[in-house]
Nanobody
Framework: VQLVESGGGSVQAGGSLRLSCAASAHTYSSYCMGWFRQAPGKEREGVAAKYTALGILYYADSVKGRFTISQDNAKNTVYLQMTGLKPEDTAMYYC????????????????????WGQGTQVTVS
């Protein structure tokens, strides 16, 4: 599975962006999909993830109520809609895929994901 992110950019605080992650394989729709971010000098952190097969959805506390993860299986694409952006949301954002996520704890661990995109930069000023 190849993943390609897009949609990043520079916005002012309070603005919105929608990140897209296009997958190469239609089988992605059965995968556990996650969005992670990494700011300079900081560890990669899980932002949001979903695993439709088990109905599991995860959001980091820092983005709850502001970010929404969704997917369009017809387009083989996962989205991260970001609203109310804050300067602390500035980071490189990555999407990732894993064939199976048994629980929420697994979804938040970047090291378990098998496939990664190249990242898209989000800058909030």
């Amino acid at each position: 599975v190849q993943l390609v992110e897009s949609g990043g950019g520079s916005v002012q605080a309070g603005g919105s962006l929608r990140l897209s992650c296009a997958a190469s394989a239609h089988t992605y729709s059965s995968y556990c999909m996650g969005w992670f971010r990494q700011a300079p000098g900081k560890e990669r952190e899980g932002v949001a993830a979903k695993y439709t097969a088990l109905g599991i959805l995860y959001y980091a506390d820092s983005v709850k109520g502001r970010f929404t993860i969704s997917q369009d299986n017809a387009k083989n694409t996962v989205y991260l809609q970001m609203t109310g952006l804050k300067p602390e949301d500035t980071a490189m954002y990555y999407c990732a895929a894993r064939a199976y996520c048994p629980d929420t704890a697994t979804m938040t661990r970047s090291e378990v994901y098998e496939y990664w995109g190249q990242g898209t930069q989000v800058t909030v000023s």
